[in-house]
């Protein structure tokens, strides 16, 4: 029987009409638990974040370089981010938001250059959100786990969290957030993220102070977390 005709086997075009139906189906299901279902056994593939700065502050805005943003490589080691990678750079002090692709700068320098065309959109001293994404599949985030580090006004590093999606009793991608410097925290973990409380500097303080670590941390908790 010549190819194409009714009747003739072609596994290839069922394959990708299978897949169709399955996006398809995903996109139009009439109930949560279709969703779910298709979810799991199709190739669904979504963005999803990968990496995150959260609260570092400008150092500088350079108009004339060709365009990027330049960050200390300690920064970028600590999230995961890598050179020439494209990130979204979201600025909380204006709202404005852009793409562009990470140029290393000084190990140690606390550098964050807005260059080029970005250099329009911000202020030195500006608190930014640096966010690099991946494309997995759903059943791929338990495995995921991407890091966030949270800086304190002169940007050092603060905090490295991470996001952890895992299957719970109530849901089969549930989400928590855990400190990877320490013991995990429960799902409510705030960032500390307020533009002119060095963080840091007031565990130092409190510590020579003679303060206890427990006592320290609960100061923290109850009046510099949000």
Request: proline share 7%; hydrophobic share 40%; with cysteine.
């Amino acid at each position: 029987m010549p190819a194409g005709q009714p009747g003739q086997d072609q596994p290839d075009l069922k394959d990708g009409l299978a897949k169709f139906w399955d996006y398809g189906v995903a996109r139009f299901a009439p109930h949560p638990g279709a969703y779910t279902a298709v979810f799991l056994e199709s190739e669904f593939i979504m963005k999803v974040i990968r990496a995150k700065l959260h609260g570092l502050r400008v150092t500088m805005a350079d108009l004339h370089y060709h365009g990027s943003i330049t960050l200390d490589p300690e920064h970028c080691e600590a999230a995961g981010i890598y050179p020439t990678e494209f990130v979204d750079v979201w600025n909380k002090n204006s709202g404005a938001r852009l793409s562009t692709y990470v140029i290393l700068g000084e190990p140690g320098s606390r550098c964050c250059i807005l260059n080029g065309a970005a250099a329009r959109t911000c202020q030195v001293g500006d608190e930014l959100i640096i966010a690099a994404a991946d494309d997995l599949a759903p059943a791929q985030l338990y495995d995921a786990k991407p890091k966030v580090v949270t800086f304190t006004p002169n940007n050092d590093i603060d905090q490295i969290l991470a996001y952890e999606v895992f299957k719970s009793e109530k849901r089969a991608f549930d989400f928590r957030i855990i400190d990877v410097q320490g013991a995990p925290r429960s799902p409510l973990t705030a960032v500390h993220n307020y533009p002119y409380v060095d963080i840091r500097a007031i565990r130092t303080d409190l510590k020579a102070k003679g303060l206890p670590e427990p006592a320290i941390e609960d100061f923290i908790a109850r009046f510099l977390t949000r």
